[in-house]
């Protein structure tokens, strides 16, 4: 049993902010953002709620696959920075969209998130246990950003895509290949890139001592990060994961028209590419508009090359993410 995306939808929050409104908050400037990450704006989030852009994402993504809402029996959705802890965010993106007949789960996988959630859903789907599935990466980062921390701050961003999975029909299913996906996670290497739960007390009233708000939200409770080790671990892992999934599903890279990479660094998709062997316009990028938006990055991508025609049926593509964890995987896919 294989299983095809047959639609995708995204949600951008409309409010912006630049490099220079960055350099107003600490000491950088847009020339340097621009140079060593490629971001020039991030949209951030105002009104908006992890939730209420999933939501949003999955509305756009079921009217691209024209599909029902009582169709939906899978719902996952792939964040770390959701505005709730319980219900599940899959569960309030299902309340929201009225979805009744879905089995909804959280996934939380940072940056590698949204292809963990696309191979679990194939995982569903392909056992039968499932025939249409809504993933969904959401976040709203820049309520885990620390605004004061120009390593950090400079880079992340908020949004919302969704892409909507069908198990193929049995005639469907002859003729298409089942790419198997290639994931890895490395915990012993997890401190490269943190950020402790707002609900974190330990180390507090162990001591003894009175939990005060200064207390909870202390540094750690935003995301702190060894940008080197992410960078060195990024340009190592990335290539050599692509390697690996095209090996095992005996793919050449000739055959692959778009690399669609997590959107954290310009210099990082580069490497990925330099070190592949492969040119550029096979790279999209979207990141100088987003910045890092974690698991959301690669089905926004995934929607606005949908949408803008640059998707061919037929056409085999790769999606790559890494992040915190460590985490870091690839899977094919071939577009509708
Ligand atoms: N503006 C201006 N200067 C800055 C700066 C900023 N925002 N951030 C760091 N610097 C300074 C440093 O203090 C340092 O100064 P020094 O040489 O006087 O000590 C210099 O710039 C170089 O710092 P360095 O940390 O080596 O920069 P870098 O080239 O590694 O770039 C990152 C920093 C964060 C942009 C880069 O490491 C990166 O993108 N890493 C990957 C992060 C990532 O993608 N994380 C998410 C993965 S899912």
Known sequence: MTATICGTGSYIPSYTMDNHDIARLVETSDEWIRERTGVIRRHIVRDETTVSMAAEAARR??????????????????????????????????????AVNATCFDLSAACTGFVLAYNTALAYLASGVCRTA????????????????RGTCILFGDGAGAAVLRADAAEEDRLRKHYLPVTHSDGGKGAALTCKSRHD??????????????????????????????????????????????????????????????????????AVAKRLGEPMEKFPMNLQEYGNTSSASIPILLDEMNRDGRLKPGQKLVMAGFGAGLTWGAAIIEWR
């Open 61 to 98: 993504a079921l009217a691209d696959a024209g599909a029902a809402l009582e169709e939906i029996d899978l719902i996952l959705v792939s964040t770390i920075s959701s505005n709730v802890v319980l219900p599940c965010a899959a569960c309030e993106v299902q309340k929201e969209l009225g």
């Open 134 to 149: 809504l993933i969904i990466g959401s976040e709203s980062l820049s309520n885990l950003t620390n605004w004061k921390d």
């Open 201 to 270: 007390f330990s180390g507090l009233n162990g001591g003894g001592k009175e939990i005060s708000p200064e207390d909870i939200l202390d540094d750690a409770h935003y995301m702190q990060m060894d940008g080197q080790a992410v960078f060195k671990f990024a340009v190592k892992r990335v290539p050599e994961v692509i390697g690996e999934v095209l090996e095992l599903n005996q793919v050449k890279t000739d055959e692959i028209s778009y690399y669609i990479l997590h959107q954290a660094n310009k210099r990082i998709v580069e």
